[in-house]
């Protein structure tokens, strides 16, 4: 079978490269001190092509270091799990999972509180890493994040704090909202009843509301024990259903699993337990800041599934959600996210008539969408795109107050990733900043790391890599003066 998420820019690299100083091309702006980084799955083994699922690779971080209009360096590592580290022949790292599943993250990467953090979605642990990206290990918050964490913390600019909706199997039907205070541990933790057992890979934050996103990709027993012996398939499906309906039982023997450094599922494409459920209501569920599983007002929607929301705000009474729409999800392509187009769309959620009312804002294909992150959960004016689902690659501006949208498209064959937005000043206005991403150039068989003005898409610099940085998912600019 040819799988589209072993081909071309997704092709796995496997050494592990530490280079610099870095040829530019074009004036890094003198104000950007820090680090770029960005995470996505790179398997260490050969997989077999028939069966591999993009979200299951190995978490390989890339990173490239700025400072004083130069470009350092550049390096990248592969997250060091228990699993991974015995894969590469390594000893385990030096703080190892205590809960949850036992995995090398791959989906995020972040700088919160002086640390650098490794983030994944559905049970395992954060991964900490040294600031050139060595692995630390698995990371509790100090000991009080209970169970796993999620792919996509927001931060209140407003407070410092990093508010997270995390879900896991085992949990049955809850998620799990955290919020995390200034001081690095966890102050607030609120499970959340939901009407399945969802995938749940991001939700919005207001400045007073948790907007949960409970859409139908579920959880899918007969899938998750499908690669069984045939015989032991209905005792294993009955198991399983069991472990749901008691969670707290669950819980205990994941992290039993982990503790015995047997807690990495080893899943494929073929047992990848969450797909399309036709029979889920999509709704989006509004709770206060303040509140409780008992206080979520549920909204319906038409079907759809989304990874990604844009940003959400409050607007007279209503609150507003700018997200990207897949029409469907893991229903026919069970590999990837690769069945549809997805669009920008705007839900307002009507808080005082119960409604909510759909529109598209936008109908070309795209997809990690970015915002000036100092407006998080308040009114934005601008947010930028990459595409997804064309066969062009083109990286997208659009202002909302007027209606518009500029598109710088890239040169042919180009592929991008990716674009975070990093504001010239503390007190510099929404788009006076710089896009940074990476983008592959087929012709160097090389990635470079792209600056662009945010205002205009125009070329700041380019930062030619050593390496490839195959397609991931989420990069992060983290400054020096958060950095350990």
């Given at each position: 079978m040819d799988n589209p998420y072993l081909k071309d820019n997704f092709r796995p690299v496997r050494e592990e490269i530490?280079?610099?100083?870095?040829?530019?091309?074009?004036?890094?702006?003198?104000?950007?001190?820090?680090?770029?980084?960005?995470?996505?799955p790179n398997p260490i083994a050969e997989v077999d092509p028939d069966h591999y699922h993009w979200f299951l690779g190995d978490g390989m971080v890339h990173g490239v270091r700025l400072r004083d209009g130069q470009a350092e360096w550049y390096r990248n590592r592969y997250v060091r799990s228990s699993d991974t580290a015995r894969r590469l022949g390594e000893p385990p790292p030096e703080r190892q999972t205590r809960v949850g599943i036992d995995a090398s993250p791959n989906t995020n990467v972040i700088g919160q509180g002086g640390r650098t953090l490794a983030l994944v979605e559905g049970?395992?642990?954060?991964?900490?890493?040294?600031d050139e990206l060595d692995t630390i290990g698995a990371c509790d918050f100090d000991g009080t994040l209970q169970g796993g964490y999620t792919a996509h913390p927001h931060l209140d600019p407003?407070?410092?704090?990093l508010h997270a909706v995390s879900y896991l199997w085992a949990w049955g039907k809850r998620v799990r909202y955290t919020v995390l205070g200034t001081d690095g541990k966890v102050r607030r933790t609120v499970d959340i009843e939901v009407a399945a057992v969802p995938m749940m890979h991001d939700f919005s934050l207001t400045e007073h509301y948790v907007v949960l996103y409970d859409l139908p990709v579920t959880f899918n027993t007969a899938r998750a024990v499908s690669q069984l012996p045939r015989l032991v398939r209905p005792l294993a499906r009955w198991q399983v259903n069991r472990a749901l309906n008691r969670p707290a039982m669950a819980e205990r023997?994941?992290?039993?699993?982990?503790?015995?450094?047997?807690?990495?599922?080893?899943?494929?494409?073929?047992?990848f337990p969450y797909i399309w459920n036709p029979r889920h209501q999509a709704r989006i569920g509004v709770m206060p800041r303040d509140g409780?599983?008992?206080?979520?007002?549920?909204?319906?929607?038409?079907?759809c599934f989304v990874f990604h929301p844009l940003n959400a705000?409050?607007?007279?009474?209503?609150?507003v959600l700018d997200v990207v729409r897949h029409e469907r999800m893991f229903s026919g392509e069970?590999?990837?996210?690769?069945?549809?187009?997805?669009?920008?769309?705007?839900?307002?959620?009507?808080?005082?008539?119960?409604?909510?009312?759909?529109?598209?804002?936008?109908?070309?294909?795209?997809?990690?969408?970015?915002?000036?992150?100092?407006?998080?959960?308040?009114?934005?004016r601008y947010g930028y795109t990459v595409n997804a689902g064309s066969d062009e690659n083109y990286v997208i501006k659009h202002d909302f107050a007027k209606g518009e949208s500029t598109v710088r498209t890239l040169e042919a064959g180009r592929q991008t990733n990716e674009f975070s937005f990093v504001p010239d000043r503390p007190d510099?206005?929404?788009?006076?900043?710089?896009?940074?991403?990476?983008?592959?150039?087929?012709?160097?068989?090389?990635?470079?790391?792209v600056l662009l003005d945010a205002g205009t898409l125009e070329d700041v610099a380019t930062i030619h890599l050593p390496a490839r940085v195959p397609q991931g998912f989420h990069g992060n600019w983290i400054p020096a003066t958060v950095q350990s």
């Open positions: 530490a280079a610099g100083p870095l040829a530019v091309t074009g004036s890094v702006p003198g104000h950007l001190d820090g680090r770029y980084l960005r995470i996505g049970g395992p642990l954060p991964y900490e890493l040294t407003a407070t410092g704090e023997l994941v992290n039993a699993a982990a503790k015995s450094g047997g807690g990495r599922a080893r899943y494929d494409a073929r047992s409780g599983s008992a206080d979520v007002r549920w909204f319906e929607l038409n079907p705000y409050e607007a007279d009474g209503t609150l069970l590999r990837g996210p690769g069945e549809d187009t997805p669009t920008l769309d705007r839900w307002t959620v009507d808080l005082a008539a119960g409604k909510v009312l759909e529109s598209r804002l936008d109908d070309r294909g795209q997809e990690f969408p970015r915002i000036d992150e100092r407006l998080t959960g308040h009114p934005h510099a206005a929404e788009d006076e900043g710089t896009l940074i991403g990476y983008v592959y150039n087929p012709e160097t068989g090389r990635s470079d790391l």
